[in-house]
């Protein structure tokens, strides 16, 4: 059976059936290979040829899509990938650890000089820092997540990598995001979820997750983009964004909250793919749609991305 074959659990076949087809189990194995290292060049402080040549003893070279990605590639038998974080380059705020998908999701975003943006789900702020140098450190940058502990390492990050235009706002004070009602140009949701996109980073997940934790993540999925809808100004953008590849999380999850807001509509994402300016051309979504964008090992050589761009009416 395809769920033999792909290596995941039983019970999650019918979604990987929803989102692959007949190519279930061979997108399931390829989330049981070996993950690269992938970073994220810093442009406020470095470009990527620097990156390169700092890394040369790793023989890193350029991500494949990403203009500012570069990647160590995984690593055979029992060797170790490289602590790349005790790098002297990272230490400069030269680049940051961050999957190839995770830099086209916040690239995709189309986050410009001066706008004003939220990050909503912020974490350690790896996608803060990339829209930060996006929009060449002006206009202003908001960071709010509602896990103190997972935000608190934005701070050295922040000043790590020279960034002045991010706000950081206190986990919990919902009073601060009521004063973003309806000015946000851009919302950014990397929403909480079971992580099925990044087994192979953490391949004992996929057996400890169970239908409580994935209802479980469904409904903090609902509450936050229920938070972010408001927020978004006319005419502004919501981008959702998941490291999933269940179908729960991902589109029908798009679908309800347009069926919740009105307001909001899809836009394709392969217009967005040709704005961005990518380094090469995409393959097809890996559940080969054209409104929304899912990305897979198998399909992109990436971690499992989920990426939706909404537009506010």
């Not at 974080?85 to 999957?99: F, R, S, T």
């Not at 980073?201 to 509450?223: H, Y």
């Amino acid at each position: 059976p395809a769920f033999i074959r792909g290596d995941y659990p039983e019970w999650l076949d019918p979604q990987f059936q929803q989102a692959f087809a007949a190519q279930a189990a061979e997108e399931g194995a390829a989330l049981a290979t070996r993950a690269p290292v992938d970073l994220r060049v810093n442009t406020l402080k470095a470009t990527r040829d620097k990156v390169l040549h700092a890394l040369r003893r790793f023989d890193a070279a350029p991500t494949l899509y990403s203009p500012l990605g570069v990647r160590i590639a995984a690593g055979t038998g029992p060797s170790r990938s490289p602590h790349v974080e005790a790098e002297p380059a990272h230490g400069k705020g030269w680049y940051e650890v961050q999957d190839e998908a995770s830099q086209i999701a916040t690239r995709l975003s189309g986050a410009r000089p001066k706008e004003q943006i939220l990050d909503l789900c912020a974490g350690a702020g790896g996608k803060t820092l990339a829209l930060a140098a996006a929009m060449e450190n002006t206009g202003q940058l908001y960071a709010y997540d509602a896990d103190r502990m997972r935000l608190r390492p934005i701070f050295e990050r922040l000043k790590r990598a020279g960034v002045r235009n991010v706000q950081v706002l206190d986990p919990g004070n919902t009073e601060a995001l009521a004063d973003l009602e309806g000015k946000m140009d851009r919302v950014i949701v990397d929403a909480p979820c079971t992580g099925s996109g990044v087994w192979r980073r953490r391949p004992d997940a996929k057996w400890r997750l169970s239908p409580q934790m994935l209802e479980a993540r469904l409904a903090e999925q609902r509450a936050v983009l229920d938070q972010a809808a408001p927020l978004v100004k006319p005419g502004g953008r919501l981008l959702y964004i998941t490291c999933s590849v269940l179908p729960s999380e991902n589109r029908d999850q798009v679908d309800a909250l347009i069926n919740r807001f009105p307001e909001l509509s899809t836009v394709p994402w392969a217009p967005l793919w040709e704005q961005a300016a990518f380094s090469a051309a995409p393959p097809q979504s890996a559940d080969r749609s054209a409104e929304t964008l899912l990305m897979t090992p198998r399909s992109f050589g990436t971690d499992g991305f989920f990426v939706s761009m909404l537009q506010r009416k």
